[in-house]
């Protein structure tokens, strides 16, 4: 059983990589759920939106990258906002399979207004950067991953203060706890699940731009989105560090489940497959995910 | 994708279709056809239907059949079967021919289609298609199923049979290496078993399979295998949308292979999207001509294709012409039958089987000569190759991009396949 | 959740356990099923083509639905992965009459048995999961078992699909809608009295018990884990049946229907028809059967009229068509999320109090 040394390590780094964008995508995931107990299935479709509107800029506008990213996701924090407002909050102590079908809802009508407005063809993003690729330990990488992986890690290190230190944070994290005790303290709930849907909107158009970059925008963007669930899962729903654990940990997964394939065991399908049969192993040991919290039933 | 008038001038024709009874009257030929305008592979979808409904457009303007005009109701099923059906009952028992689509509507129907003896006209060209006995290989008997085109399985060789010749001219030292590529799903596998078979006759060493979803994502792993596996060919199964991702991560990679692509993979938008990335990437073209090239039969394309463009401007991608050439075979068969015994299903499919070395008239230099027999649907063997060259990754409109030359389709082969009985339906 | 369950109106009055337990309430309901299933025997007779096959479809989706609603609206687990169910129902019926040669009749309910193997495997873990963990691993199971169908070439016939033969009885051929419309209809008729059926036994209060607080269920005696693996292997059994009846239906059976799509549909017709309602299923069903092709209808007569000019819409149409599926669900759930046996009943109790409602 021969072990190629540089291709795993290639495909060690390339999990890294992957695994912090998937990671990103799964913290905006997370911060729906934990702040306003929705799980929302049309997280793709933001990507896609957010995708589509830094193209648009970028194509039709001849703005700079730097300029489109930022109106971009201002753009998708209003979205968020609005979304929440328009739709969600009648909906509000209804059962969560009611709530998970209006995201449903959502996708379907998001990905369908994504085409009308956009068209059905993949579309390239122009070339942003100078140099389109680097070196990374032997593996080239995209340079929009590395400028992706620093930024996931800003996030994540923004996140980390923000719910620890400031205010909101810890107003988010009291809603999450128990909604009443927190709005008998004098928190604006209304505004925690509104600020919430923003940020999450805003982090996934950041991913939605990185993806859009490297394979062109395209309806089948959203699909990205179904990643989410082996690694909000593998990290616990309502663990945000778990969130990012899990995305890494799949994206990991992934490659590694291949080069075992691609070696020795020839199945040919496990770098898709592998993610839900890890996701089910997990569940069957830990079945609140690595990181969250366990439901202490009392009676 | 500018569909300014196309999808109303079809829902149109679609609307007065269903507001008048679709019997066949002595005046109207009624005819269905099935659309992905809107679905999973409305990118590719589009243009075909597009050809499909201006090329009946344009058949009526010119007078029709015999004097009867046909009454097609297209159907916009968005890739989703149980539409498929719906608007197959809706059909059946009115219409004397169906126009469709895809694999998924293909396979659905095949059964109703052949007990109910309508011939349908499909884009999907997977090779159980064309055993119209079905027999060993293929269950199903399909004696009402044609498509106009190479079937996958007999493009998958073609392209072989050029790599062989390709690796001697390169002057390739021992075995040359083939791998499949493309996802588990019975589209891309579609030829895998018939390319991968005779790659091994011609001296191949045939590499196991490797496998990446039918989604646009990341498939860095998947190129580093390819890379340290030192495969020379490699045959892209795929749609476009994930085939521009994998040919992204690999040009990233630095992986050296020939790509080999497939017809509803590869095409001038795929070309644009990836940029430089598809660049010698070699692929099938059903038709001899394409858009902007030199041929008598583009005259009557492009007439055709004012039916929806008037300004004449819109560059026609390869799906749309053979959209046109599929609704153009099913025109003269009909004219056929009108002309022996009266336009009924199984006249249409008789004169599906008259003609040798068949090319619709007035689509001479474009649409391939095709001959079907009752034991055999494979219309055409001879596979025309051609090199996709992208010089920049360029923005704007695709007639602009070929205009500038950023983008070009070369043609570099024509590949003869023998017609064997061995090679009938798989 | 409680307000799914029928409230019965007080002043209800029995005096024993058997016209407590029956399954339905009144003559005059039980009159208007009759009259129902009657009414639809002679649908054949009016309906075209296109007609019954949808009133086909509308069966044996319902029958699948119907499954998906014991899971999710009796027994409050969750499930988005019902489509591979009904795909392997579909395998199996064909496998079982292709390669062991059994007449179609019994592969049907043989294929449903299957199916509720499969069901009870995956029902296990559920033991252990709860709420949207168990949602997510369902959802693993939907792509663990697409990816099985696509490998396993010998049960499923791999890139080229799998042909079913047609229903028969005794040698004589069951083929063409009108007739197969009737079988659809007896498969109907007696999965949905066995459903009311197991409502109101033991098994069936003890699923709601779980649904409702499952820990006093527990506390009670119930055994969750046993209830809950059951409540998995009777929803597959469902969609086991309702997707051989698909299979004879089409003649062929191919991998490409079954993916996350079909699930989500599923689920839109259970919840759309009420969480919780046995007739809620059939209506949920009709609802998502009937809006593709009334939004398809809709935008074939818009195209080309007056509104059309005025809002340019032309090819925006199609897509309109798409967003207005995703919006009539968004807006019916915030509208009534319920669902239509909330609001059927709803319209039942205006009118029995009239004119005195409030």
């Known amino acids: 059983m021969t072990v190629d040394a540089t291709l795993l390590l290639q495909l060690v780094v390339n999990g890294l990589i992957v695994g912090a964008l998937y990671g990103v995508v799964a913290m905006c995931f997370v911060l729906i759920y934990k702040a306003s107990q929705v799980v929302n299935f049309a997280q793709g479709e933001f990507m896609l939106i957010g995708a589509w509107a830094c193209w648009w800029l970028l194509v039709k506008f001849q703005l700079p990258f730097f300029a489109s990213f930022l109106i971009t996701l201002a753009f998708m924090m209003a979205f968020g906002l609005i979304l929440q407002v328009i739709v969600l909050k009648p909906l509000i102590g209804e059962p969560i399979i009611s709530v998970i079908m209006v995201t449903i809802g959502l996708s379907i009508f998001f990905q369908a207004l994504m085409k009308w407005m956009f068209g059905v063809s993949a579309q390239p993003f122009p070339p942003i950067f100078a140099t389109p690729d680097v070196n990374l330990l032997g593996l080239q990488v995209k340079t929009v991953y590395v400028m992706s992986t620093m930024i996931s890690i800003g996030i994540m290190g923004g996140f980390a203060w923000f719910f620890k230190y400031s205010r909101m944070g810890l107003a988010m994290r009291a809603t999450a706890f128990d909604q009443q005790v927190a709005q008998s303290l004098g928190i604006s709930v209304r505004q925690v699940f509104a600020l919430a849907w923003g940020i999450s909107a805003m982090v996934s158009a950041l991913a939605g731009v990185v993806v859009g970059v490297v394979n062109g925008v395209s309806p089948a963007l959203s699909f990205f989105g179904i990643k989410v669930f082996p690694a909000v899962i593998l990290g616990g729903l309502d663990s945000i560090v778990g969130a990012v654990v899990g995305g890494v940990v799949i994206g990991l997964l992934e490659n590694l489940a291949h080069y075992a394939d691609s070696q020795w065991l020839r199945w040919g399908n496990l770098y898709e497959i592998a993610p839900f049969y890890a996701l089910i192993l997990i569940l069957m040991i830990r079945p609140n995910g690595l990181f969250g919290t366990k439901d202490i039933e009392r009676v | 994708m500018n569909l300014t008038r196309p999808i109303a001038g079809a829902l149109l024709s679609g609307a007065l279709a269903s507001m008048t009874p679709l019997t066949a009257t002595a005046q109207a030929i009624p005819i269905g056809h099935l659309a992905d305008f809107s679905g999973a592979t409305a990118d590719v979808g589009g243009p075909y239907g597009q050809g499909v409904a201006d090329a009946i457009a344009h058949i009526n303007r010119q007078g029709g059949i015999g004097g009867r005009k046909l009454d097609a109701d297209t159907v916009d099923y968005s890739y989703q079967v149980p539409r498929a059906i719906a608007a197959y009952k809706n059909w059946s028992g009115k219409v004397v021919a169906i126009q469709g689509w895809g694999t998924a509507d293909t396979e659905a129907l095949v059964g109703f289609i052949t007990k109910d003896k309508i011939p349908y006209y499909s884009a999907s060209y997977a090779a159980t298609l064309t055993d119209p006995a079905g027999g060993s290989k293929a269950d199903k008997p399909t004696p009402y199923n044609f498509f106009y085109g190479p079937s996958y399985s007999d493009a998958a060789r073609a392209m072989v049979q050029w790599a062989a010749q390709d690796w001697k001219k390169k002057g390739g030292q021992g075995k040359p290496r083939y791998v499949h590529m493309g996802a588990n799903h019975p589209y891309p596998n579609s030829p895998k078993a018939a390319a991968e078979d005779y790659a091994r006759q011609l001296g191949f060493e045939v590499l196991p399979a490797i496998q990446f979803a039918l989604t646009p994502g990341d498939y860095t792993a998947q190129c580093l295998t390819l890379k340290q596996s030192g495969a020379n060919y490699a045959y892209l199964g795929n749609t476009a949308g994930s085939n521009i991702s994998v040919l992204k991560s690999c040009q990233t990679a630095g992986v050296q292979v020939q790509f080999l692509g497939n017809v509803w993979g590869m095409d001038e938008n795929a070309m644009k999207a990836a940029g430089s990335a598809a660049n010698n990437v070699v692929f099938p073209v059903r038709t001899a001509a394409i858009w902007t090239d030199k041929a008598p039969g583009l005259t009557l394309m492009k007439e055709i294709s004012k039916m929806s463009d008037p300004s004449g401007n819109a560059y026609r991608a390869s799906h749309y012409l053979a959209g046109v050439c599929a609704t153009l075979y099913m025109k003269e068969a009909m004219e056929w039958a009108a002309a022996n015994g009266g336009i009924s299903g199984e006249n249409i499919r008789k004169g599906m089987y008259v003609r040798t070395n068949w090319v619709p008239k007035g689509a001479e230099g474009v649409c391939k000569p095709s001959t079907w027999t009752p034991t055999d649907h494979r219309g055409m063997l001879q596979v025309d190759l051609y090199r996709a060259e992208v010089k920049d990754a360029g923005d704007g409109q695709i007639a602009d991009l070929i205009a500038r030359g950023a983008i070009q389709m070369k043609r570099i082969a024509t590949i003869d396949l023998p017609r064997n009985k061995e090679w009938l339906g798989w | ?358």
Request: with cysteine; glycine share 12%.
């Open chain 3, 1 to 358: 959740m409680a307000a799914t369950i029928a409230l019965r109106p007080c002043g209800d009055f029995k005096t024993s356990y058997g016209s407590d337990q029956t399954v339905f309430p009144t003559r005059l309901s039980l009159a208007f099923c009759v009259a129902g299933v009657l009414a639809l025997c002679l649908a054949p007779m009016f309906l075209g083509k296109y007609g019954l096959s949808l009133l086909v479809q509308m069966g044996y989706l319902g029958i699948a639905a119907l499954g998906l609603n014991i899971l999710v609206g009796f027994t409050g687990q969750i499930s988005i992965g019902h489509a591979v169910f009904f795909g392997f129902g579909a395998f199996s019926s064909a496998f079982i009459s292709n390669k062991l040669n059994v007449p179609v009749f019994f592969a049907i309910p043989l294929a449903g048995l299957a199916t509720t193997a499969v069901g009870l495997l995956f029902g296990v873990p559920a033991a252990r999961l709860k709420g949207l963990y168990l949602a997510i691993a369902t959802l693993a199971a939907q792509f663990i078992l697409q990816d099985f169908f696509a490998r396993a070439g010998w049960f499923t016939g791999g890139v080229a699909g799998s042909p079913a033969k047609s229903f028969s009885v005794f040698g004589h051929e069951i083929s063409g809608d009108q007739h197969y419309f009737y079988v659809v209809l007896a498969y109907v008729v007696v999965m949905y009295l066995a459903a009311t059926n197991l409502m109101r036994t033991r098994d069936g209060r003890a699923l709601v018990a779980i649904r409702d607080h499952y820990l006093s269920a527990e506390m009670m005696g119930i055994n969750l884990t046993k209830y809950r693996t059951l409540s998995f292997g009777i929803a597959a059994f469902y969609a086991g049946i309702g997707g051989a009846l698909y299979a004879h239906y089409l003649g062929f059976v191919s991998i490409e229907g079954f993916d996350i799509l079909f699930s989500i549909q599923f689920l839109a017709m259970v919840i759309i028809g009420g969480l919780g309602s046995i007739m809620g299923s059939l209506m949920g069903t009709a609802f998502m059967v009937m809006l593709p092709e009334a939004m398809s209808g809709l935008a074939k007569m818009l195209s080309g009229s007056a509104i059309d000019r005025l809002l340019s819409l032309k090819e925006g149409i199609v897509f309109l068509r798409e967003m207005t599926i995703g919006a009539v669900i968004v807006l019916f759930l915030i509208f009534e999320p319920d669902g239509l046996a909330h609001r059927w009943r709803r319209i039942r109790a205006y009118w029995k109090l009239y004119p005195f409602s409030h």
